[in-house]
Nanobody, 123 residues
């Protein structure tokens, strides 16, 4: 069993900053790509930022220059630093990862989602 647990969401004023964290736990052998997605009310879930196991990053155009994704492989954790937040950044943010887990006998690779954390940008 593996799981992703997000933290760091909350209420922030426009122009403010937040840092989201997502920690993977379980019998993990390897974490490949990790990413952050978000879903605003009435909208589809969209990709915000992704990072490969080698550290290559990709960002949605709407967050380029304001958000930064990073990962700590020793801690099985991915971060999203969000700066200059705007009201349109308000959404539930989800962590996602491709994780290889199991035992020495059996290994599985599965795409895992976290439970989500609310980010609200409002004055």
């Amino acid at each position: 069993q593996v799981q992703l647990v997000e933290s760091g969401g909350g209420l922030v004023q426009p122009g403010g900053s937040l840092r989201l964290s997502c920690a993977a736990s379980g019998s993990i052998f390897q974490i490949n790509a990790m990413g952050w997605y978000r879903q605003a009310p009435g909208k589809e879930r969209e990709s915000v930022a992704t990072i490969s196991s080698g550290g290559i990053t990709n960002y949605a155009d709407s967050v380029k220059g304001r958000f930064a994704i990073s990962r700590d492989n020793a801690k099985n954790t991915v971060y999203l630093q969000m700066n200059v937040l705007k009201p349109e950044d308000t959404a539930v943010y989800y962590c996602n990862a491709d994780i290889t887990y199991g035992s020495n006998t059996f290994r599985f690779t599965k795409n895992i989602w976290g439970q989500g954390t609310q980010v609200t940008v409002s004055s």
